[in-house]
């Protein structure tokens, strides 16, 4: 496919509910696309991890998917607080999640250290007060 298929989320920050809805979708398609279970994987972690992120500290965003045939483009947006610290952000275990988060079971700062280890390139821009965009690859 030349063209990527393209898939669109809007995702809701005040739902812990919902949250990772935009990952089960993303990891039907690649089934149903015939991708290998281990780049789906990756693909679902990564996109799943990004999407509690955004509910956590952002109020949501908007999620998009680019397939290509050699590699899956992952763009998140959102028009959070922005990340004051992203060295320290990166850091395993660093976390500014509330403890009302943290109860519910997220929050343990894994979140940005898992969508390294599972992407091929991330890329994180982030400016505060006005939001953040993160593209990460997966490469087929």
């Given amino acids: ?32 696309l015939r991708f290998s279970p281990e780049i789906i994987r990756r693909v679902s972690i990564a996109m799943y991890e990004g999407e509690i992120n955004m509910v956590i500290h952002a109020g949501g965003g ?13 763009i998140l947006e959102d028009k959070g607080p922005g990340i004051p610290d992203i060295h320290r952000a990166m850091q395993e275990g660093y976390s500014t999640a509330p ?23 991330m890329n994180i821009e982030s400016e505060i007060g006005v939001g953040t965009k993160i593209t990460m690859k997966v490469n087929v």
């Fill in 1 to 32: 496919m030349s063209e990527p298929y393209v898939m669109h989320f809007e995702v809701d920050g005040d739902n812990f509910t919902s949250a990772g809805e935009a990952s089960v979708q993303v990891k039907k398609t690649l089934r149903q």
């Fill in 99 to 121: 403890e009302q988060v943290r109860s519910l079971g997220f929050g343990a700062g894994m979140g940005l250290p898992n969508m390294k280890r599972y992407t091929d390139s």
């Fill in 62 to 74: 908007v999620a998009d998917v680019l397939i290509y045939d050699d590699r899956i483009e992952i």
